[in-house]
């Protein structure tokens, strides 16, 4: 299992070429305070012969005069750098020990237990690919275990070593074994975990941590460290969106200038296209050059510097991305924080966002929900506390580039900083740019519920209740269409509301713009109201552009697929234009309207809509028929 070969004395640059060549886990040790953490990873450096003769003779020294561990080795000794930590038996700072076996490179980040410390516990998970959760078997699943669970999840480890450990305490019971990995089970149903390992173990005595050992024979899975050495963490390595963040600029001489950083996600060969970003200048890599040479291609992870044929303006805190998968641009995101600071919290105050993209200032908008670490309960927070975990929206002075965490870990994550003495105060991923689709309600609201049943409405109206949903260019004839369904409907005796998008933005959506975001949050009022009157018995007509087929795929699940119809009215932009009642084409075409539908930005037209008409080929009778047949065919009308 060790690192030892015949090599370093016979050969050591083949040895460092093939050690070079093995490839590198990255893991951290974490749980509740004395869940025997360090001790576990010192049993590792220990057992896979990763200490010095000096070091364990001072170890033994040291065993006798700090040590916890009675007659045996106090290993833990080893990782417990502080003095007070020594002190106090317990693991204050992140510490990081590297060793290394035949088949693999580690790196172990050993975590503290202590809740003052998850601070330090979520920097230590941030680059990890792996975490082994200890529990100690006398005590079982703790708040802290849940917490640094969570954290875990939050940060994208999916890979996860459940650690029984101190097995010799509990007389090496399987059934206090399978009692708590049920516990566990139990717990971590609602955190995307890759189906955790759990492993009993003693890491004082060494039972099944390098070894198997002779006391836990009933278990029939790997060691730790063989799990370590064979378990698959390349998955979610991301080779197809490329981005580099740019940490320098350098020009030694008139004659190179390069853009140094790593690589975060992404493959690069010369010759491919690059963006930078924010400016959105295209240009093509002309070399990738590092310190052994230039390179016919580089990875994530790869240290280089890029070199372009064109000269255009690139600064540090750039980012170049391909050409073909852009991250997103958004002033506002919604993020999951970890709180790292005593003074609490709330929403408004003014921080500095450190992240791939540099550094700009934000202010936390509103706190979503706050997560019980306990159940994962979304329970409201009007603050956030030490050791909080909670959904935020962050609001930049400037739009942040970003994929979402979930995507890459590097690109999507980011520390808040105290504008004041500079102090990290939360740890935070983004889940996307924001969406008030998402957010809770205000706590302690309880949605009342009629007397009247949806039956005794029908019955009343003769209808079932449904919502219409007419998309659309612009003067493509949604709004006409709207009332002649409206009258038909009415005329044959059936109770309707309908919502147009000009009537809404003059009262419930007055406050909005045409960006793309308020043109969401205009949907999403409209699919409210829409639900309120389907509640009530009511056939609702909403008449609006919609162009997002992201935003229309949310309102119809707000309101219901069994009561969502989709109406695509497919009037060919040529003949928008030549009605265009106001002008507004040959505005958007002269630059004066922004995110004008079909010219200065994207109309997403559906795909799996319920019905499609073209008023450019179909009279409003035509039109306004063929839905009434449509609503007839679902049994929406019965009188």
């Given amino acids: 299992m060790s690192h030892a070969s015949e090599l370093i004395a016979t050969d050591i640059e083949a040895y460092l070429a093939e050690h070079e060549r093995k490839d590198l886990l990255r893991l951290l040790t974490c749980g509740s305070v004395d869940d025997g953490k360090s001790t576990l990873i010192g049993r590792l450096l220990h057992d896979s012969r990763m200490i010095y003769e000096d070091q364990l003779a001072g170890l033994e020294v040291d065993s006798t005069a700090v040590g916890s561990a009675g007659d045996h080795l106090d290993l833990a000794l080893l990782m417990d750098g502080l003095k007070a930590e020594r002190e106090q038996g317990i693991t204050i700072d992140v510490a990081y020990r590297y060793f290394s076996t035949a088949r693999r490179k580690f790196i172990v980040a050993d975590t503290p237990g202590h809740e003052q410390y998850t601070r330090n516990m979520a920097t230590g998970a941030s680059t990890c690919e792996l975490a082994v959760i200890l529990v100690d078997a006398r005590h079982g699943i703790l708040d802290q275990t849940r917490r640094h669970s969570h954290i875990a999840s939050l940060l994208g480890i999916r890979n996860v070593v459940v650690a029984v450990n101190k097995m010799d305490l509990v007389a090496w019971s399987e059934d206090r074994f399978d009692e708590i990995r049920a516990d566990y089970q139990a717990f971590a149903t609602g ?43 390349a998955a979610g390595v991301d080779l197809d969106r490329f981005r580099l963040p740019v940490q320098l600029v350098i020009r030694p001489d008139g004659d190179f200038r390069g853009f140094a ?62 050409d073909d998968h852009q991250p997103t641009r958004s002033h506002e995101v919604d993020a999951m924080l970890v709180w790292m600071a005593q003074k609490e919290m709330r929403p408004g105050r003014q921080y500095l966002l450190q ?121 493509a004839g949604k709004s006409t269409i709207a009332a002649g369904l409206e009258r038909r409907l009415f005329d044959r005796g059936h109770a309707t509301i309908r919502l147009d998008g000009e009537n809404v933005r003059l009262g419930i959506s007055r406050d909005l713009g045409f960006s793309a975001r308020d043109r969401s949050e205009n949907l999403r009022r409209v699919a409210e109201v829409a639900l309120l009157a389907n509640r009530q018995g009511l056939i609702a007509i909403a008449a609006l552009v919609a162009p997002e087929a992201d935003v229309r795929a949310r309102a119809r699940e707000l309101i219901g697929d069994h009561r969502f119809v989709e109406v695509f009215v497919d009037t060919p932009i040529a003949v928008c234009r030549q009605r265009d009642p106001s002008g507004q084409y040959e505005a958007a075409d002269r630059g004066e309207i922004e995110d004008y539908p079909g010219v200065s930005s994207t109309y997403d037209q559906p795909t799996d809509m319920d019905l499609r008409l073209d ?6 009778d035509e039109c306004v028929d063929a839905i009434y047949t449509l609503l007839e065919d679902r049994g929406v009308l019965r009188g």
Avoid: K
Avoid at 206 to 219: H, K, Q, Y
């Fill in 615 to 620: 008023t450019s080929v179909q009279d409003i």
């Fill in 191 to 233: 955190l995307e975990l890759v189906d955790p390992y759990f492993l009993p173990m003693s890491a004082l005595l060494g039972d099944n941590v390098v070894e198997r050992g002779d006391n836990l024979t009933w278990f029939n899975g790997p060691p730790l460290m063989e799990y370590l050495e064979t378990v698959d963490v």
């Fill in 261 to 322: 950083g790593t690589v975060v996600s992404g493959m690069l060969r010369p010759g491919d296209p690059v963006v930078s970003l924010p400016s959105g200048v295209a240009s093509t890599v002309d070399r990738i050059v590092s310190f052994d040479g230039d390179l016919d291609e580089a990875g994530p992870g790869d240290a280089v510097t890029l070199t372009l044929v064109d000269e255009i303006d690139v600064s540090r805190g750039d980012l170049l991305v391909g």
């Fill in 355 to 475: 992240s791939a993209n540099g550094l700009v200032g934000v202010s936390v908008a509103a706190i979503d929900y706050r997560v019980d670490v306990n159940s994962l309960e979304h329970v409201s927070a009007t603050e956030l506390a030490l050791n909080d975990i909670a959904r935020c929206t962050i609001t930049a002075e400037r739009q942040l580039l970003f994929d979402p965490y979930a995507t890459n870990r590097r690109t999507g994550s980011f520390v808040l900083v105290d504008r004041m003495d500079n102090a990290t105060v939360a740890a935070g991923m983004i889940l996307g740019a924001s969406s008030i689709w998402d957010r809770s309600p205000a706590a302690g609201l309880v949605r009342h519920r009629s007397e009247i049943t949806p039956e005794e409405r029908v019955a009343r109206f003769g209808q079932r209740p449904c919502t219409v949903l007419l998309t659309g260019l612009t003067a």
